[in-house]
């Protein structure tokens, strides 16, 4: 081996040892380093797994993973239609044998209901949420952009902003 091979070898080495190395993910996740996609401001003191999912909708945002951005939008504005139904003691009209209706008849459950009277925007809204959650999430070909995300952002503070009130979350 030359004598420059055996520089290289040193001093890859010494550069592996000293970069620093993480065993493992951490346990919780990371905080999102920006609030692009929903401002922590609208969720926070909802509760906790609320908040988790919009750090998680930011954070996948950021990194540049759209359709696990998506499919967490697509996760939040369930969780909150199902939230909105159990404040208002309505649990039942969304569920079939004491499981949740699955997102389209959660949004046409929320629509229609009329215990509440949904704004034009939400109405209008949350049809395009479900329809990108639901492609990242369950189509084999589409790989979501971020120009996927950019075009419901006002859709999806529209919608988290109405349901949260809805739910009594705030």
């Known amino acids: 081996m030359s004598d420059l091979a055996k520089f290289a070898l040193s001093v890859a080495k010494t550069i592996q040892q000293e970069v620093p190395r993480r065993s493992q993910p951490p346990e919780e996740g990371l905080l999102p380093e920006s609030e692009q996609v929903l401002a ?25 993973w759209y359709d696990a951005c998506a499919v967490m939008i697509r996760r939040l504005v369930e969780t909150l239609i199902i939230e909105a139904f159990e404040k208002n003691g ?32 939400t109405k209008q809204a949350l049809p395009k949420l479900k329809d990108v959650g639901d492609r990242s999430a369950h189509s084999r070909r589409f790989v979501s ?19 949260i009130y809805l739910a009594g979350l705030k």
């Open 40 to 64: 922590h401001s609208l969720v926070r003191n909802t509760r906790g797994y609320i908040e988790k999912i919009v750090y998680q909708i930011n954070g996948a945002y950021e990194h540049g």
């Open 90 to 121: 309505i649990a039942n009209k969304i569920q079939n044998n004491g499981d949740f209706f699955y997102l389209r008849d959660l949004v046409t459950a929320t629509l229609n209901e009329t215990a509440w009277n949904l704004g034009r925007n």
């Open 145 to 163: 952009h971020r120009s996927d995300i950019e075009k419901i952002t006002s859709d999806l503070r529209i919608v988290v902003q109405e349901l």
